[in-house]
């Protein structure tokens, strides 16, 4: 059985999935937002401070980056946590069918995406800094960072993980079914990717343009994911992303606002950094891959029919997972 058919080892009814949608935000954003929520309060003098906070960005309260890193993250922790108990108890089938359709996770997988992605994302962004000092200023501070640093490689992968099984995992197989095809939720998974990331402070700086990079690199993982029948190295890539992202360099109006090695002091811009990993290194990344792991077929799994599999080969497969 196939990634996306994994879903048929469970409940499929349709109204399962809006309950299971609703379990997972209540989780993500009303208990997970309690945490944060609190420790804004706090930190403000007075009811309108927060309000005032709580519509702009909570980091205007001067809450320790540190802290308000890893309150971001419960958030999603509870999230994924929330996804979990629905794959379990409401669709009643295993939660590793929403992370692989091996008969076990890869964790080989995972960390080759990780350290691959690591290396890669480092050098380019190591030379940028080279070729553009004057917009960077040192910032290393060894408290602080070395705190960053330890919840970067500790807890933002719950972060990565809770988007990619939510995205890559959970919605994908759910419209697949629905469909029963692969375009379908690989289009529509990458551009809600993107929007879900809409929000995001460098959006409205950069304008909608931005977008350009966040449905790419969604299209990137779905594509790893539909192509490699699991999300094990999408796991991979996108928690090491996130984590180099945090810890290398900040600016005053991204999202990850960290006690990173360094500070952009540049305007915001749209630059080479925003197109080239969707047009030059996810590409390549890609046809790495397909080498490695022996790819191919690519029209049938990226864009052919799903269909349900007969029920003896659902029961032989469940007694693998067993």
Not at 18 to 24: A, H, P
Not at 45 to 50: G, W, Y
Not at 75 to 102: D, E, W
Not at 175 to 182: A, F, Q, T
């Amino acid at each position: 059985m196939n990634f996306i058919q994994q879903a048929y080892k469970g409940e499929n009814k349709w109204y399962l999935y809006i309950l299971v949608i609703f379990i997972v935000f209540f989780g993500w954003q009303f208990l997970g937002v309690m945490p944060l929520a609190l420790t804004a309060i706090l930190h403000s003098a007075d009811v309108a401070e927060f309000t005032q906070a709580a519509n702009d960005n909570f980091m205007t309260l001067g809450i320790n980056k540190n802290l308000f890193l890893f309150m971001m993250i419960v958030m999603f922790a509870l999230g994924l946590l929330f996804l979990f108990i629905g794959i379990k108890f409401v669709h009643k089938r295993p939660v590793k069918t929403i992370v692989t359709s091996r008969n076990k996770i890869d964790w080989k997988r995972f960390w080759f995406g990780f350290f691959t992605w690591g290396i890669i994302s480092s050098l380019v962004i190591g030379i940028g800094i080279l070729l553009e000092r004057e917009s960077y200023v040192w910032n290393f501070n060894a408290v602080p960072f070395f705190t960053l640093v330890a919840i970067s490689f500790l807890f933002l992968p719950i972060q990565t993980s809770f988007e990619e099984l939510l995205f890559r995992g959970y919605f994908m197989q759910a419209l697949g079914i629905l469909v029963k095809n692969r375009w379908f939720p690989l289009l529509i998974t990458s551009v809600a990717f993107g929007l879900l990331h809409g929000a995001n402070p460098e959006v409205e700086k950069l304008g909608a343009v931005s977008m350009v990079f966040y449905i790419g690199t969604g299209l990137f993982f779905g594509i790893t994911t539909l192509m490699d029948e699991g999300t094990e190295l999408a796991l991979g890539l996108h928690a090491i992303n996130n984590i180099v992202a945090a810890f290398f360099v900040t600016t005053d109006w991204t999202v990850f606002q960290t006690n990173a090695l360094f500070i952009d002091t540049s305007e915001p811009s749209v630059g080479l950094e925003m197109f080239l990993p969707v047009f030059v290194l996810y590409p390549l990344m890609l046809i790495f891959f397909s080498k490695k792991y022996g790819w191919n077929n690519w029209k049938d799994k990226l864009v052919g029919k799903i269909s349900a599999p007969a029920i003896n080969e659902v029961l032989e497969d469940i007694g693998k997972v067993n």
